[in-house]
């Protein structure tokens, strides 16, 4: 059973408008979720993180947002550019018991055309 | 400070032969992960090791898969009898603990023809 699910394989936005990622989890117990973006050829890199006791995080064009009752993330960029164009996995611990690894969701590919 | 390092960077290998994938984490990081990136997919969650304790190696697809961690730091992920199926790009990643957030290498890209 996957516990993080990003249904949406890939996404195309222009540049300058807003990029909108989405992210589902099922298990109540997590209390962390971060974004990670991917280019190719490199490793993911972390990119905003949030943690339960909040419902947003911003952090210059990237806000999360956090829906807890829907159990439910998404990343905002904004305005979108051609260099974010990669793909973006969404990522959920559980942080407070600290017993397991990040449990990540298997990515968005967004592309930002100009 | 440094982060993860990954070597080799490519590996090109014939179907049946042994490879053998290092890892240098960050240093104090208890945590060190493997995953393998196929294409077009997600990464798929190979193995981990957090301190001293038995790793998790719920995630490797078969008994060829083997990985170890000596002295806490530096991880060795070895694929014996590599098929074409193990093409992929491995990652190894690392964190100051289980749950918090993971740096990533670079990556292995290997090959098997």
């Known amino acids: 059973d996957q516990q993080v699910k990003q249904n949406s394989p890939s996404l195309s936005v222009q540049e300058g408008r807003i990029s909108i990622l989405n992210c589902d989890y099922t298990?109540?117990?997590?209390?962390?979720f971060l974004w990670y973006k991917k280019y190719p050829a490199e490793g993911p890199t972390f990119l905003i993180s949030i943690s339960s006791i909040k419902d947003k995080n911003e952090d210059g064009r990237f806000t999360v947002f956090l829906n807890k009752s829907a159990k439910h993330l998404s990343l905002h960029i904004v305005p979108s550019q051609p260099g974010d164009s990669a793909v973006y996995f969404c990522?959920?611990?559980?942080?407070?018991?600290?017993?397991?690894?990040?449990?990540f969701g298997t990515g968005t590919r967004l592309q930002v055309f100009p | 400070g440094a982060g993860v390092s990954q070597s080799p960077s490519n590996k090109v290998t014939e179907k049946g032969k042994d490879v053998e994938l290092r890892c240098d984490p960050i240093?104090?990081?208890?945590?060190l992960y493997w995953y393998r990136q196929s294409l077009g997919q997600g990464l798929e969650f190979l193995i981990y090791?957090?301190?001293?304790?038995?790793?998790?190696k719920s995630g490797l697809p078969s008994d060829r898969f083997s990985a170890e961690r000596t002295g806490g730091s530096v991880s060795t992920l070895t694929i014996q009898r590599t098929q074409q199926e193990d093409s992929a790009v491995y990652l190894c990643?690392?964190?100051?603990?289980?749950?918090?957030?993971?740096?990533f290498g670079p990556g292995t890209r290997l090959t098997v023809t």
């Open positions: 240093s104090g990081h208890t945590a």
């Open positions: 990643a690392s964190s100051w603990d289980i749950s918090y957030e993971q740096y």
């Open positions: 090791f957090q301190g001293n304790s038995a790793p998790d």
């Open positions: 298990n109540s117990m997590f209390d962390y």
């Open positions: 990522a959920a611990s559980a942080r407070s018991s600290n017993t397991d690894k990040l449990i």
